[in-house]
């Protein structure tokens, strides 16, 4: 081969590996970016992840008539479909109604305490995810779901970031501790390890947390735990599913059941680090009992076809609210009505 070959043949070699360390080093680029982006979501999770309470919880030497309201968000079912011809006609469900019952209960949390409790100052607002934000597939309900599970986390993820927005601007401090529900969960039976984690609920909240990453109004505590302590001046709230609860299909409902478990929490807590209150969702029934130390959420969704086939009572959707004093503790709880039958079309 004549020089003027070998030096053609060179010249192509050489081409070729500098397509291919061009090629290389623009891959090894992307990955670092894209690394650098899971390490800055990690840094936002683990920071999410039992932060403590904001300081204006729990002030040294609170002011007199001033109060917190606080409100729980759960059981709201996302993307799971009511028939109205399923349940007598007493309730309808999807995701144009839950979209609209949502921003209704934003709207009517910020309306009672504009227009109800007028003449106190507002410290702020502790918004409480309760778990069961989507209906998963449990049992047979991904038969009418919406959508899947990670599609509805898409949806909703924006949807409730919302609805928190439109909260902060009225109340200017939110606080949002979430515990996961037991509909959220990636495996047919429940678990004991890593049983927040392996849970859309726990993924929901991670997903608010980095929304509000630089907002200073709003702090989202993610648990690791099922429960989570939320101090409120004096007042020490414990938030939990609710499906820790054995029973209730008595004649004596659910208090006997749950009662024993209010019981079983207070001793597997260490003397000095206990609650004064229960709040809880998963029933569907709305409790509001602050002076024997509990209060069970109702739900966004409404009474459905398994309530129907279990003769459980129709209650309306419906979500807790009440309002925490530095003298007085809980002292007034209200119902937020979420429902608007004409509206939603049903």
């Given amino acids: 081969m004549s020089l003027r070959g070998k030096a053609a043949d060179a010249a192509s070699e050489l081409d070729k590996v500098t397509r291919d360390r061009n090629e290389w080093k623009a891959q090894a680029e992307r990955r670092a970016a894209e690394l650098d982006d899971l390490r800055q979501l990690v840094e936002i999770h683990e920071a999410a992840v039992g932060i403590q309470p904001p300081r204006w919880l729990t002030p040294a030497r609170p002011k007199r008539h001033r109060a917190t309201v606080?409100?729980?968000?759960?059981?709201?079912?996302?993307d799971e479909v009511v028939r109205p011809e399923e349940v007598r006609h007493l309730n309808a469900y999807s995701r144009t109604i839950a979209e609209m019952r949502l921003r209704r209960w934003a709207e009517q949390v910020i309306r009672v305490s504009r227009d109800y409790l007028a003449g106190v100052d507002f410290d702020g607002l502790v918004v409480m995810l309760g778990g069961d934000i989507f209906s998963g597939s449990l049992h047979d309900l991904a038969e009418t779901n919406e959508d899947t599970g990670f599609g509805s986390l898409l949806h909703w993820s924006g949807q409730l970031?919302?609805?928190?927005e439109l909260l902060a601007e009225e109340f200017g401090k939110v606080y949002v501790p979430v515990v996961v529900g037991n509909h959220g969960r990636m495996t047919r039976k429940p678990r004991t390890k890593l049983r927040a984690r392996d849970n859309l609920d726990w993924l929901l909240g991670h997903y608010v947390a980095t929304h509000f990453a630089g907002d200073k109004r709003v702090v989202v505590s993610v648990e690791e735990d099922t429960d989570a302590l939320v101090p409120v001046y004096s007042t020490t709230h414990l938030l939990t599913h609710g499906d820790q609860v054995g029973g209730g299909g008595g004649i004596g409902g659910i208090w006997p059941p749950i009662m024993r478990?209010?019981?079983r929490k207070q001793q597997?807590?260490?003397?000095?680090?206990?609650?004064?209150?229960?709040?809880m969702g998963h029933w569907h029934q709305l409790i509001a009992a602050p002076s024997q130390g509990l209060i069970v959420n109702g739900s966004l969704k409404g009474w459905d076809e398994y309530a129907k086939v279990s003769n459980f009572r129709p209650e309306p959707p419906q979500q807790a609210m009440w309002l925490v004093t530095p003298e007085r503790g809980v002292t007034i709880?209200?119902?937020?009505?979420?429902a608007d039958r004409k509206a939603e079309g049903w």
């Fill in 333 to 338: 709880t209200a119902p937020v009505f979420v």
């Fill in 261 to 263: 478990m209010v019981a």
């Fill in 268 to 279: 597997s807590y260490p003397a000095g680090s206990g609650f004064d209150l229960v709040v």
């Fill in 70 to 78: 606080c409100t729980i968000l759960s059981d709201t079912h996302f």
């Fill in 161 to 164: 970031c919302a609805a928190l």
